[in-house]
């Protein structure tokens, strides 16, 4: 069992632990947030109405400079930047480590902790 507390803080183990969320995502659907795009034209498939891509822009935080895009729960556009969605894979760190050790123990493995 890994301890949350035993995980250090580092762009690394950050890093790591977005990956499980990716993981997580694929695997199930789950920790949705880590479905993040580099290119906001990846967000679309390209028979969308520009209608409903004009609204996305403005409904949602759209920023043309930051690092990840991805949908929020109003399938507006939602843009972060690198340590934005780091942050939320720190936050989400006891989740992610759940799941990874019902799911994937191999994820966990890089990951600095005490057993």
């Known amino acids: 069992m890994v301890r949350c507390d035993a995980i250090?803080?580092?762009d690394d183990n950050r890093r790591r632990l977005l990956?499980?969320?990716q993981e997580a995502f694929?695997?199930?659907g789950g920790f949705d947030w880590s479905d993040v795009y580099?290119?906001?034209n990846e967000l679309f498939t390209g028979d969308e109405d520009p209608e409903r891509i004009a609204n996305a822009v403005h409904y949602g935080s759209y920023d043309p400079t930051a690092?990840?895009?991805r949908f929020d729960g109003y399938a507006n556009i939602h843009s972060l930047n690198d340590w934005e969605l780091l942050e939320e894979a720190w936050d989400e760190r006891r989740e992610l480590t759940e799941?990874?050790?019902e799911h994937e123990p191999g994820l966990l493995e890089d990951l600095t902790h005490d057993e």
Do not use: F, G, Q, R
């Open 8 to 10: 250090e803080d580092t």
């Open 19 to 21: 990956c499980i969320a």
């Open 26 to 28: 694929s695997y199930d």
């Open 38 to 40: 580099e290119n906001v």
């Open 67 to 69: 690092d990840w895009h």
């Open 99 to 101: 799941w990874a050790e």
